[in-house]
């Protein structure tokens, strides 16, 4: 694995890069933002023994500038198309994960040339009747002096090992309470402020990405609702939905195994 600054805009971009192949652009969610654990996630591992994986951080997050001009998701997906050229990625696989997903789809919708295969793991983006995406940020408010609301939102068990780790109540150290402010700052940025967490006109507008797309969604998501899974497949041409059973919104967490093997199967299909 290779950290690596990137200069766009005259801003910095941090790039994370493992493994070799077809490369892969990876747009990340909340809890799986690369480089802000000593480790690599076993999901970037995993993805990384097939395809070379390019992951930027998000502005504000890690080590990317924060870029104040960043107000909403269309921000965010011209953004990403300079760090796209930047790259020299002109046409390349995209998956992205919950935030990281809606912005994946919204790349797909506007700029279907750009985008070969479309991957999208537990991703906001749609409004679904009735099955409202959940409040992230009344959640990680503490509560009797902890956020077990925010990991029973995001895992399948809250109080377990993992769920832990990721988001324990008090800060362990300076990195992970800097992990977890910067990455609530940048979601706040583009899915606090009304619609929350989605584009009234992206459904419409997926009809225009007519290549293969999958759709993974832990089976007891808590954060987005499995209805937004078949919302997404409907809505995609070529859309398949995959579910995993027994995991929740940080499904790449809690069975990345399982994840990676769909995803590196219908990459490489």
């Not at 290779?2 to 493992?18: G, I």
């Not at 509560?143 to 800060?171: C, K, T, V, W, Y």
């Not at 990405?209 to 497949?233: Q, T």
Request: glycine content about 12%; charged content about 20%.
């Amino acid at each position: 694995m290779s950290m690596r600054d990137l200069s766009v805009q005259d801003r910095t971009v941090q790039v994370y890069e493992a493994g070799s192949g077809d490369p892969l652009l990876y747009l990340h969610g909340a809890a799986d933002m690369h480089g802000a654990a000593a480790d690599p996630f076993a999901f970037h591992d995993a993805l990384a023994g097939t395809f070379k994986l390019i992951a930027p951080a998000h502005p504000g997050c890690v080590g990317t500038d924060e870029d104040d001009s960043l107000e909403s998701i269309d921000d965010l997906v011209f953004h990403t198309l300079e760090v796209m050229d930047a790259l020299g990625l002109e046409r390349v696989n995209v998956v992205g994960n919950s935030v990281g997903g809606w912005l994946a789809a919204e790349l797909a919708a506007r700029n279907p040339e750009r985008v070969a295969k479309l991957v999208l793991i537990g991703a906001t983006g749609l409004f679904v009747s009735g099955s409202p995406i959940g409040d992230l940020f009344m959640a990680v408010q503490p509560r009797n002096g902890g956020i077990a609301d925010l990991r029973s939102m995001l895992f399948s068990d809250g109080e377990g090992d993992l769920a832990q780790e990721i988001f324990p109540d008090e800060h362990a150290d300076k990195p992970q309470g800097m992990r977890r402010y910067q990455v609530f700052r940048f979601s706040s940025r583009i899915g606090f402020k009304p619609p929350y967490f989605y584009h009234p006109k992206l459904r419409d507008r997926l009809h225009r990405y007519e290549g293969a797309a999958l759709v993974v969604w832990g089976g007891g998501d808590n954060f987005v609702p499995v209805s937004h899974a078949a919302a997404y497949g409907e809505a995609l041409a070529g859309g398949t939905v995959e579910l995993i059973d027994g995991c929740g919104h940080a499904v790449i967490l809690e069975a990345p195994d399982a994840v990676a093997g769909k995803v590196t199967a219908f990459l490489s299909n």
